[in-house]
């Protein structure tokens, strides 16, 4: 006499094989993981706002700061030395409230030479200050001269 009925051996499955589901969800999930760093920039970078201008500066109001690729400076082509520029700056902004001042600098020119003008700008309290730049092709660096 058998102890097991024949009925067990004819009846299906009662549970799902949830293993072929769960390789989809997870195969799924490894793909997202991999692809959306990819979406964004690579390089994390806490961007600053700019509000835009409420209007344009007046062109009689516009002063020039030149810096050579030696270092010499030059106010709207008169030469001046780095220690007379916050005096010109104020003088300037005493004439002008609305002052704005446009930079121009050889591209040569040591980093730190350049930063120091913008310092004196920005202690001098200039409320504008933009920098002079070559036209050239977006996305592609200017040509040598």
Do not use: C
């Not at 999930?29 to 979406?39: G, Q, S, Y």
């Amino acid at each position: 006499m058998k102890r097991f009925s024949q009925r067990s051996a004819t009846r299906g499955f009662s549970e799902l094989n949830l293993t072929p589901m769960l390789d989809f969800a997870f195969t799924l999930l490894v793909i997202f993981l991999i692809t959306t760093p990819l979406l964004e920039n690579s390089i994390d970078v806490a961007l600053p706002q700019a509000s835009a201008n409420r209007r344009p500066p007046d062109p009689r109001f516009v002063q020039t700061v030149t810096v050579t690729r030696t270092g010499a400076l030059y106010w709207n082509q008169e030469p001046i030395t780095g220690a007379q520029l916050p005096a010109k700056i104020a003088e300037a902004l005493r004439a002008h409230p609305d002052l704005a001042v446009a930079v121009r600098a050889d591209p040569d020119l040591r980093y730190q030479d350049l930063v120091a003008v913008f310092d004196a700008l920005q202690t001098g309290g200039v409320p504008q200050v933009a920098l002079v730049h070559a036209e050239g092709k977006p996305g592609r660096p200017p040509s040598a001269p």
